[in-house]
């Protein structure tokens, strides 16, 4: 044996001895945990969730929005979607995540690493395990995709009159007053939903698994008002606005439905059970809604159609987000099938009675489905029930949170977008003219035309 190979066995054999003769708490400290490190295989599968959740946006919904639009608004609903998309990605960065997930803050609020300042590719982002951290790189970019697609849902009401540059001014202002602050407070630490206890009470911190609050009912709820504000398109109720192309409208839906692995599966923020939960709920929920809604047609007297097969298929999708991994699949089903069914007479019933034109059921399927999902998840997170719930808490101290966490949803987005929409308005004017409407918003607003004929 050499003399470094002596020296190293000595010292190798003094350090054990060392360390067996310390106290306990001695031996406890220097045998603290490693520091988290991240996991290669689990970081790979938040960046295709990313890709997948951008995918949903486009191709995905500007398909299926553009498609159910008449073909003289097919571009403008496209860009729209794109270019909403792309903004709400600029402002992320700059300052949105500071707001939503920054080091400082309040309940409500949060701020810092504006500009991303501080984060490297050494960074690394909170998750749900102590061992595994994500690198921050990774987890801006996710929870980015999830702010460009909300803001994109909301002009699914108010397509085919509102002004291109009135979308991009409303969609800035959205995001900074509505969005970012609802964001932090379910999903960031410190965050008034994310924590128990809320107004004093010994109520439970809400569930929101992948978004239906700050996703769908923030979207759905802000859609209506906008849609309100913004008026009635010339001649609804009064001339025929059928979709231009279902087929269209068929392909976004697959590819929302795909993409909504990488929603609801990779908000696990890892490659685990509960992504694997959360990607079975999102399988037989969706399953179960395309055929309740068929389903509701038939019983109301209608044939089966394509449109209410992607309907269903959006208001399932919408439902099991909240609880993609606060369920159990049998839960999912129930709740699949009962958010498509009250979503079918929301957009069949309730919309026509009522008389506004939420021109694509943003509202009657992301904030109608959004709310029952919300509300839902109270139930089926109970393990009696099939959910991944400890039993600790009861199914009525659930459902109140929930209530309470929808009901602060959509007082603070039906205010946020009474503002947004207000100063939009007054900077650039809300509609376009008459004569714009009435040619397309494609000639009028881009100057293309989205088919030669």
């Not at 849609?227 to 059928?242: F, P, T, V, W």
């Amino acid at each position: 044996m050499t003399f470094a190979n002596k020296f190293a066995a000595g010292a190798g054999a003094a350090g054990l001895a060392l360390f067996a003769a310390l106290p306990a708490w001695a031996q406890d400290a220097a045998a603290a945990a490693p520091a988290p490190v991240v996991d290669k295989g689990d970081t790979a599968w938040m960046m295709v969730s990313t890709v997948l959740v951008l995918a949903m946006i486009l191709p995905g919904l500007a398909l299926f929005y553009g498609g159910l639009t008449r073909a003289k608004n097919m571009l403008s609903t496209m860009t729209q979607v794109g270019a909403l998309a792309c903004l709400a990605m600029i402002i992320w960065v700059v300052y949105g995540y500071g707001l939503a997930f920054g080091p400082e803050g309040n309940a409500f609020i949060s701020w810092g690493k504006f500009f991303l300042a501080g984060v490297t590719p050494d960074s690394l982002a909170d998750t749900f395990s102590d061992d595994f951290k994500l690198p921050e790189y990774v987890f801006i970019s996710f929870q980015m995709t999830f702010a460009a697609i909300t803001l994109a849902l909301v002009i699914g009401a108010t397509v085919e009159r509102m002004k291109f540059s009135a979308a991009l001014i409303f969609g800035a202002i959205w995001l900074t007053i509505v969005y970012f602050p609802i964001a932090h407070m379910v999903w960031a630490a410190g965050g008034f939903l994310f924590e128990g206890g809320m107004f004093g009470t010994s109520l439970p911190a809400a569930l929101d698994f992948a978004g239906g609050t700050v996703v769908h009912i923030n979207a759905g709820v802000s859609a209506l008002v906008a849609s309100l504000m913004l008026g009635k398109r010339l001649g609804y109720q009064k001339e025929i606005m059928a979709p231009h192309s279902l087929t269209l409208t068929m392909v976004g839906t697959g590819l929302l439905w795909v993409g909504w692995f990488g929603f609801n599966a990779g908000s696990a923020l890892e490659a685990n059970g509960s992504a694997a939960l959360a990607m079975i709920n999102t399988f037989v929920a969706t399953a179960s809604a395309a055929l309740a809604w068929m389903l509701a047609e038939k019983v109301a007297g209608h044939k089966p159609s394509a449109l209410g097969f992607c309907s269903g298929i959006i208001a399932g999708l919408v439902a099991v987000t909240p609880a993609a991994g606060n369920s159990g699949p049998f839960g999912a089903i129930v709740l699949g099938a009962v958010a498509s069914v009250i979503c079918f007479y929301a957009v069949t019933v309730l919309k026509p009675k009522l008389g506004y034109d939420d021109a694509l059921d943003a509202f009657g399927i992301h904030g109608i489905g959004g709310i029952v999902g919300a509300i839902g998840t109270g139930i089926v997170y109970a393990p009696g029930l099939g959910g991944p719930g400890d039993g600790s808490v009861g199914i009525g101290a659930q459902v109140a949170t929930q209530v309470v966490a929808v009901l602060v949803a959509i007082v603070w987005a039906t205010i946020g977008t009474v503002i947004a929409v207000t100063i939009a308005k007054a900077l650039t004017g809300l509609r376009v003219s008459e004569e714009v409407e009435r040619e397309g918003l494609d000639l009028g607003e881009h100057g293309e035309r989205a088919y030669n004929y």
